[in-house]
């Protein structure tokens, strides 16, 4: 069974920090792997989709990362703002997908 | 606008009652899955459909049925709620077994049993 395993599952920077953010999982036979994003009592938007075939993907101030021999990625966003509080989460899978817990974060303005 | 649609947003029941959540995409994915959301954990799997007439479990199928007779929708249904199935409940879509276009994620049910 797949394990997604994310930390820190809290973090609290001030802006202009660049924030840095990881997730491993435990089967590295993955078709791809996805970040979201979540505010409070909201669904769930897709920020980032990196293939297995793919080392990274970037759109703007984030840039993700995937190792799959070593079961990680890491999303890195760039001069955070205030408007980048919420939670992360991060998914692995095909059509079915394993999530980790996530990560919250709160930029400090 | 295209999309997947959940209805209804919101939902108090009582212990014992069963109701049926609904799905529905415009976009011709065939894949669709259901998720829950607890507190303090990551989504998980409840079931999931690869086509028309074709279902699975996921991870916690226990007091939920589905069924896909059409592309477009795919109920949950809860057969007699329970409070452990208080949550928030995802619906979600894919074009491909690769999901190599990503994902579509409706807005969310959030069930309340009491």
């Known amino acids: 069974k797949q394990e997604v395993t994310q930390i820190p599952a809290a973090l609290s920077v001030p802006e202009g920090e660049n924030l840095v953010l990881n997730c491993s999982f435990t089967d590295s036979a993955i078709y791809n792997l996805q970040w979201f994003r979540q505010d409070p009592g909201k669904g769930l938007t897709s920020l980032l989709l990196?293939?297995?075939?793919?080392r990274e993907q970037t759109s703007g101030r984030l840039n993700a990362s995937l190792d799959k021999s070593s079961g990680r990625s890491t999303l890195y966003i760039a001069a955070s703002q205030p408007g980048d509080s919420a939670t992360y989460l991060c998914?692995?899978?095909?059509?079915?997908?394993?999530f980790g817990a996530g990560t919250t974060v709160t930029v400090r303005a | 606008n295209a999309g997947v649609t959940q209805t209804p947003k919101f939902q108090v029941l009582k212990t014992g009652q069963s109701m049926t959540l609904q799905c529905a995409q415009d976009?011709?994915?065939?894949?669709m899955s259901w998720y829950r959301q607890d507190p303090g954990m990551g989504l998980r799997l409840i079931h999931y459909s690869v086509g028309a007439g074709i279902t699975d479990q996921g991870e916690v199928p226990n007091g939920y049925n589905v069924s896909r007779s059409t592309t477009e929708d795919f109920p949950l249904r809860l057969l007699s709620a329970a409070p452990s199935q208080t949550s928030v409940y995802f619906c979600?879509?894919?074009?491909?077994?690769?999901?190599?276009?990503?994902?579509?994620f409706g807005s969310g049910t959030r069930l309340t049993v009491v």
């Open positions: 976009m011709n994915h065939e894949y």
């Open positions: 990196i293939q297995s075939s793919q």
């Open positions: 979600a879509s894919s074009y491909s077994r690769t999901a190599a276009y990503g994902y579509t």
């Open positions: 998914a692995v899978g095909d059509y079915k997908l394993s």
